[in-house]
C-alpha cells in the first residue's frame, strides 16, 4: 500500500504503536499522574471507557514531550548524577501506579548525596507563560503538587534520603523554564491516601463519583462530557454505561 503522505506513514504508525500499549496496558489500578482531578474521569478511565474523538494535535504534542524528556534524561545521565530514572511505584492496597520521571543527586560525589525527585513537564508556549505570568494564580496547580507528593512519599519507601521534589516547566516553543521546589509535610500524604480510600471506596460498592461541574470540565475533561450527561440524567445503570462506551481491546 502507499501512503498519500508521509503525515499519513507516521499517524499510521502512531496509532498502531498506541492500540498496541492499550493490549498491554493494565487499565485496572489508579494513577499517582491523575490524583487529584475529578473522581469520576478518573474512574471511567480505570472502567476503560472510550473518550471523545482522537485529537492527533495532542498525540503529537505528546510525541515532542516524550523526546524531550529523553534528551534531559541522557543529559542528566551524562553528568553522572542520575539516580534514577522511569522508575515505577505501586502500591496494591491501594491500587495505585505511577512512574516518576528522575532522581537526581544535586551534590559532588565528595559530598553527602542531595537526592531529589523530579517531575518534568513541557508546555506549549502561551500555556507556559499563562501560567508563569498571571500574578493572580498560583504557579503550579493543586493537582500537580498533589501528583508530585504522591510520586514523592512512595519514592522514598525505596530511597528513604529523598530531600525534596521539584517541578522542572519547560515552554516547548521558546526554551523558557521554570523549576520549583517542593518539602512536603505528611498531611498532605494523608490527603492521598484519603482521596485513594475515597476512590477504592466508589469502586468496590460499584457507585460512579458525582459530576464535578466545574472548571475541570471545561478547561481539562472534553473526554467524558457526553458520558457525564447521560449519567447524570440517569439514562443509563453502570453495567449499560459499562457496555455503551468500554473501549474493546482490539
Ligand atoms: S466532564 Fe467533568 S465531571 Fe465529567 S468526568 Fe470530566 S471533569 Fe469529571
Not at 496496558?25 to 491523575?34: F, G, I, K, Q, V
Not at 491500587?95 to 559532588?108: H, P
Not at 490527603?191 to 460498592?205: G, M, Q, S
Request: glycine share 4%.
Amino acid at each position: 500500500m502507499r501512503y498519500k503522505s508521509l503525515d499519513e506513514l507516521l499517524r499510521t504508525y502512531l496509532l498502531s504503536q498506541e492500540e498496541e500499549g492499550f493490549k498491554k496496558r493494565d487499565n485496572n489500578w489508579w494513577y499517582a499522574s491523575e490524583l487529584g482531578t475529578c473522581l469520576r474521569k478518573q474512574f471511567l478511565r480505570r472502567l476503560g471507557i472510550k473518550g471523545k474523538e482522537k485529537q492527533w494535535r495532542i498525540t503529537f504534542l505528546a510525541e515532542q514531550g516524550k523526546a524531550i524528556h529523553n534528551r534531559i534524561q541522557d543529559a542528566i545521565k551524562n553528568t553522572g548524577r542520575l539516580v534514577a530514572a522511569e522508575e515505577s511505584i505501586e502500591d496494591n492496597d491501594l491500587r495505585l501506579k505511577g512512574r516518576f520521571d528522575l532522581i537526581v543527586n544535586l551534590n559532588d560525589k565528595t559530598e553527602e548525596p542531595y537526592l531529589t525527585l523530579i517531575d518534568i513537564k513541557t508546555q506549549r508556549p502561551e500555556a507556559f507563560f499563562r501560567r508563569a505570568k498571571d500574578p493572580a494564580k498560583d504557579k503550579v496547580k493543586e493537582f500537580q503538587k498533589k501528583q508530585l507528593a504522591s510520586y514523592f512519599f512512595f519514592a522514598r519507601r525505596k530511597y528513604p534520603d529523598l530531600k525534596d521534589a521539584r517541578i522542572y516547566y519547560m515552554d516547548r516553543g521558546g526554551g523558557a523554564r521554570e523549576e520549583f521546589v517542593f518539602k512536603f509535610k505528611p498531611e498532605t500524604f494523608k490527603e492521598i491516601l484519603d482521596e485513594l480510600n475515597l476512590l477504592n471506596t466508589y469502586w468496590k460498592n460499584k457507585e460512579i463519583p458525582p459530576c464535578k461541574k466545574d472548571w475541570e470540565c471545561k478547561d481539562m475533561c472534553d473526554l467524558y462530557k457526553k458520558q457525564c450527561e447521560l449519567v447524570k440524567k440517569g439514562e443509563l445503570t453502570l453495567d449499560e454505561f459499562v457496555s455503551k462506551f468500554k473501549r474493546s481491546p482490539n
